[in-house]
């Protein structure tokens, strides 16, 4: 099994700012997603992070908002840009060392925006 | 398009009364299929994927394409169980993509 550090843990930021959350997992994995979970809601997919290339990003989410960095195997960072009360969620991180292989998740990182 | 339906967000029952979680998907491809559980103040995690057959902690599923389901069940359920239940489909878009249901919040009476 793997296990991922995320960080913080929760936030209270103001309106305008930016956050970044940062996972670390204690071995190498091949990709590493991250999810948000608004209040009363599922995880959605946020995007994707492979070592090496640009993030993937799903329908509804883009870069200029959510920039994502993965400078190694076992670490990513995702950024909330110019954040506003609707970002105020959970933001997740999940790794998975391979095709086919279960997701690990990150405790979660709860985001209060004023 | 992929998605997956869990159709009750509270299911309340009494110790020892059987459990069944409902989950429905949507996939024109071959599925895969798992739960996550959350348990109170823990991280997510897997509980069981349809592609091992196993039992964990008494949960069963059993995935009936016929019927696009995936529903998760316990004979008897104690009160450890109650929890957050998420059902998850993976399917590859070239990269392996994980897509949640709702999710179905179980509360195990004593």
């Known amino acids: 099994s793997a296990v991922i550090s995320q960080k913080p843990s929760r936030d209270i930021c103001q309106r305008g700012t930016s956050l970044t959350i940062q996972c670390q997992v204690d071995?190498?994995?091949?990709?590493m997603f991250w999810y948000r979970q608004q209040p009363g809601q599922s995880l959605t997919l946020i995007a994707t992070a492979n070592q090496g290339s640009e993030a993937t990003y799903e329908s509804g989410f883009v870069i200029d908002k959510f920039p994502i960095s993965r400078p190694n195997l076992t670490f990513s960072t995702l950024t909330v840009s110019n954040m506003s009360p609707e970002d105020s969620s959970i933001y997740l991180c999940?790794?998975?060392?391979?095709?086919?292989?279960?997701?690990?998740f990150g405790s979660g990182t709860q985001l209060s925006v004023l | 398009a992929q998605r997956v339906t869990q159709p009750e967000k509270l299911l309340s029952v009494f110790k020892g009364a059987p459990v069944e979680l409902k989950c429905n998907y949507s996939?024109?491809?071959?599925?895969?299929l798992f739960w996550y559980v959350q348990y109170s103040r823990q991280r997510l995690q897997l509980l069981l994927r349809?592609?091992s057959r196993e039992s964990i902690k008494g949960f069963t599923a059993d995935l009936n394409k016929g019927e696009t389901s995936f529903h998760l069940k316990k004979p008897f359920a104690q009160e450890e169980d109650s929890a957050m239940y998420y059902c998850a489909l993976m399917f590859s878009g070239g990269y392996n993509k994980l897509i949640f249901g709702a999710g179905t919040r179980l509360a195990v009476h004593p």
């Open positions: 349809h592609i």
């Open positions: 071995s190498q994995v091949t990709m």
């Open positions: 999940s790794a998975q060392r391979g095709t086919n292989e279960k997701l690990f």
């Open positions: 996939y024109s491809g071959s599925p895969e």
